[in-house]
């Protein structure tokens, strides 16, 4: 028995999704769906460089799936959870479990109480699962902590630091820290919310609702990092002085203390990239995964060995530390 | 509502679940048993220092609970799960849930498949919930290596290092480890079994299991640590060029490669405790705990944090892996 799988959205991690999914003998990718008009229509095989795929074309939209109903589909298109809800909501309703790269996602009710009851509603009756995942939100400032603390007897306070070299990564990513950038329209457009990293305040409020706190405050700033030299990747050029990337941090404040920190720095020639994660507690854990968790094969990871653990659960919208570390599907 | 929990094995780890569980608004203390004619009859109040355990008797058997049938019982007097299954089977027909310290419960199915069979039958047919968790085995050789590939598009090899200062640890950890005897008394004793760390083939099973690697050999060897130097502790004094500790491997040959190595250093005076793990894989990863998880401590907050979790699965005997990260009880 295999998994029948849909891909939702077309970007570099969906398309990376869609190449690592073939690769695993419980699934099957029988379509992709892409709203966007240079990806609808076009062959999925060609756009994957998977032979096994030529001759399937991407769907403009789900309804051309017609009768083939997948078990499971990967939805990676939007980072907030209010537009993938409207995504979304047609797949509870014909039954369809989702694993998904929305950031918002990872902890839906923070910013859509609302909406996040009603998908979580529909799916139960339809017998759906959803759920979403990544690298960060998805690991490292939640799940990776929260799965250290299964060996504290008493935790005081969490610290996750992040540096993440966007040298090495995409251009998307490249760009959405800011490069280029004055600090002023740094400042303007990390505001609007049109720059930064989506996801962080989630992070923060799995760990506090995982760990019970009463949340007092849960606050996010974000700065620009300024390049201290000209910086050239492949896809821009900083000048010296101008924005090279973005120093993010969430904190929660809870039962009168700091309790939380998560400190993101992604900038462009960072050193010493890493992720850190210090719990004051009982025991104290001190831990480091040199040179981070890294990108985009990570996020497609997360997202693909997320499946089989998802369809061990009961319907519904799901958080991620509700599923079980492992399931063997089929 | 509040779990009723009793305490079975009234060792210093099984004292301090008590404490602990204390602790824990989820929780309540109805009774402990032991067999240990030093230990039934005793005050618990007065053998765990908490005063609302005042009055409360140790119970010489699980008979004598009579009608007070408990939620959740936390096991904690035995290594092997022949030994264990003994204590175990009158709690799965009653239909209770156990979460056990038992180093070869992990992965029962290595050393007992029929037996491991049997409870898990009984469990079925009665409700009951069981599983096993710990520090070493149940966390850093196998639940935070297989918390990591969460992430992992491939996992070629995983490798483990730890390494325990045994200066620092309780009396019984400094004499299993072989404190004080001679290179050959190592040797006859670890063949034997009297001595070395319980546990360590099944993290390895357990690791193998969940990756689906089809296992063609797993190979244990146990050597001694000498002294370089005399030795005082609290305990006992270990003369220069005699054993001081341990360096316990266990290997996992599968598809024709070395897949898994699980490499244990525990002895006096270690320098530098830590606890390693390299994934060989896509992304690599390389997380470094340092300090490592700290003894006892640890090992009965994965106790106690494990009962909320187990009582969201389905039952039968379990697998840790199979626990959901977090559960809220009640």
Chains 1, 2 share one sequence.
Request: a positive charge; one cysteine or more; hydrophobic letters at 45%.
């Amino acid at each position: 028995m295999r998994m029948k799988i849909v891909q939702f959205g077309l970007g570099p991690i969906g398309l990376e999704t869609v190449r690592l999914a073939t690769t695993k003998p419980w699934a099957e990718v029988i379509a992709a769906v892409d709203y966007a008009p240079d990806k609808a229509g076009r062959d999925l095989g060609q756009l994957t460089g998977i032979a096994a795929l030529r001759g399937k074309r991407v769907l403009a939209s789900l309804g051309a799936l017609g009768r083939q109903k997948p078990d499971l589909v990967f939805h990676t298109s939007v980072s907030r959870f209010q537009a993938a809800f409207a995504q979304l909501e047609p797949l509870a309703r014909m039954g369809v479990n989702v694993v998904s790269s929305c950031e918002e996602m990872l902890f839906p009710a923070l910013q859509e109480p609302v909406l996040a009851r009603k998908l979580d509603k529909l799916c139960r009756r339809t017998g759906a699962r959803m759920v979403a995942t990544g690298v960060n939100p998805g690991f490292v400032m939640d799940i990776l902590p929260l799965s250290l603390i299964q060996v504290a007897r008493e935790v005081e306070a969490i610290h996750v630091q992040r540096v993440v070299n966007a040298s090495t990564r995409r251009e998307p990513l490249q760009r959405k820290i800011g490069s280029g950038l004055g600090p002023d329209d740094f400042h303007r457009r990390f505001r609007e919310g049109s720059l930064g990293h989506a996801g962080l305040k989630e992070s923060a409020a799995l760990v506090t609702h995982v760990l019970g706190w009463k949340l007092q405050r849960l606050v996010e700033t974000g700065e620009p990092v300024l390049a201290r030299h000209h910086i050239q990747t492949p896809y821009l050029s900083v000048k010296k002085g101008r924005t090279c990337g973005l120093h993010q941090r969430a904190e929660v404040m809870a039962a009168g203390k700091r309790r939380l920190t998560l400190d993101l720095r992604m900038y462009l020639d960072a050193e010493n990239p890493h992720d850190a994660i210090q719990i004051d507690g009982e025991p104290a854990l001190d831990v480091l995964v040199r040179g981070g968790v890294a990108g985009d094969g990570a996020t497609v990871a997360a997202l693909v060995n997320t499946a089989p653990r998802l369809l061990s659960v009961e319907p519904g919208l799901r958080l991620l530390t509700e599923l079980p570390l492992h399931n063997r599907f089929a």
